[in-house]
T-cell receptor, first 110, second 113 residues
Framework: DAKTTQPTSMDCAEGRAANLPCNHSTISGNEYVYWYRQIHSQGPQYIIHGLKNNETNEMASLIITEDRKSSTLILPHATLRDTAVYYCIVAVSTLGRLYFGRGTQLTVWP | EAGVAQSPRYKIIEKRQSVAFWCNPISGHATLYWYQQILGQGPKLLIQFQNNGVVDDSQLPKDRFSAERLKGVDSTLKIQPAKLEDSAVYLC???????????FGSGTRLTVV
């Protein structure tokens, strides 16, 4: 079962930062936080992952709290193409099962 | 690099019929997964292969679903006989080493009527 809690939906103005929260209060010490997104009619797409340090790549930034019980995915300048369902997942590694919850529907409006 | 290829893209069948889906993972990816995604829900793992061996099939309804991965490359997922509740998108994914996550295909949308 999914071990994360996310808001059902959020919206954001184009060009603004989108901050997507995720609670994972039962995360274990060896579990990573992964973020995927799914654009309509496509398969999920890997975005970023982290263990305890903040991470940044060309797509997004991941901020993990010091106690690791929650995290925030940041899309610094959201575009209309970022409209998607965003999934927060905790897992030891992706070589095993990933539990997808219902995710957060992010809608970016012009 | 080429992505994960799946076919067909769409399939409509009547209940009690059989259906098969095909997946070609990214070249060199040893791990292959099949997920089922029912409308409005997140994907659910059905089966995981490491090369041509099954690692985890605990969520696969084995009375009607079967999957194989011949020669550790392509994979097929079969449903026989199909039920109305099997209507879903079937996603295939592959992974090289797990560190940077899976790569998913676009899926096959199955409608059982």
């Amino acid at each position: 079962d999914a071990k994360t809690t996310q808001p059902t939906s959020m919206d954001c103005a184009e060009g603004r930062a989108a901050n997507l929260p995720c609670n994972h209060s039962t995360i274990s010490g060896n579990e990573y936080v992964y973020w995927y997104r799914q654009i309509h009619s496509q398969g999920p797409q890997y975005i970023i992952h982290g263990l305890k340090n903040n991470e940044t790549n060309e797509m997004a930034s991941l901020i993990i709290t010091e106690d690791r019980k929650s995290s925030t995915l940041i899309l610094p300048h959201a575009t209309l193409r970022d409209t998607a369902v965003y999934y927060c997942i905790v897992a030891v590694s992706t070589l095993g099962r990933l539990y997808f919850g219902r995710g957060t529907q992010l809608t970016v409006w012009p | 690099e080429a992505g994960v290829a799946q076919s067909p893209r769409y399939k409509i069948i009547e209940k009690r019929q059989s259906v098969a889906f095909w997946c070609n993972p990214i070249s060199g990816h040893a791990t292959l997964y099949w997920y089922q995604q029912i409308l409005g829900q997140g994907p659910k793992l059905l089966i995981q292969f490491q090369n041509n061996g099954v690692v985890d099939d605990s969520q696969l309804p084995k009375d009607r679903f079967s999957a194989e991965r011949l020669k550790g490359v392509d994979s097929t997922l079969k449903i026989q006989p199909a039920k109305l509740e099997d209507s879903a998108v079937y996603l295939c994914a592959s992974s090289l080493d797990g560190y940077y996550g899976y790569t998913f295909g676009s899926g096959t949308r199955l409608t059982v009527v």
